[in-house]
């Protein structure tokens, strides 16, 4: 007795894009696309202007299709970003360059009314980047006498601008 053989229908275009459409969505997103929906719009667009040999092979089409869009959208994107020119530095105003020197000069003046010792403490650390032992090292005196003369050069900073 022979097994009755079942003729499986394939479904139509828009039988396709109602059961798959999600789906390729999803499948150009996880792939990195930047705009999944097009990525599958375009690929059922390409399978309506195809013709296949067989017809069951529609769903293995659209997937590799939406996988090779989206490959060459990312790759499309990568070297645009490469040949696009960096952005220009912004130019600050005139008024802003002089309020800067300005406040440059009032800090360089108030640095000039500290006594030495502070003075060469701030320097030290602020300019040169020191640690208190390399600045205790330099200036000849205790790691505390490096903390007192930071700490009032800065209050007198402090209250001076």
Known sequence: MESPTV??????????????????????????ADDPEDIAQEAFARLHRRTLRDAGSSLAYLRSTVCNLTRNRIRHLRIARLRRPEPPEPVPSGEHQALVAE??????GALDRLPRRQREALVLRYWLDLSEREIAEAMGVSAGSVKTHMSRALATLRGTL
Request: without cysteine.
């Open 7 to 32: 003729a499986r229908e394939t479904p139509s275009f828009a039988e396709l894009f109602a059961s798959q459409y999600a789906a390729m969505v999803r499948l150009a997103g996880l792939l990195g």
């Open 103 to 108: 406040q440059h000069r009032e800090l360089l």
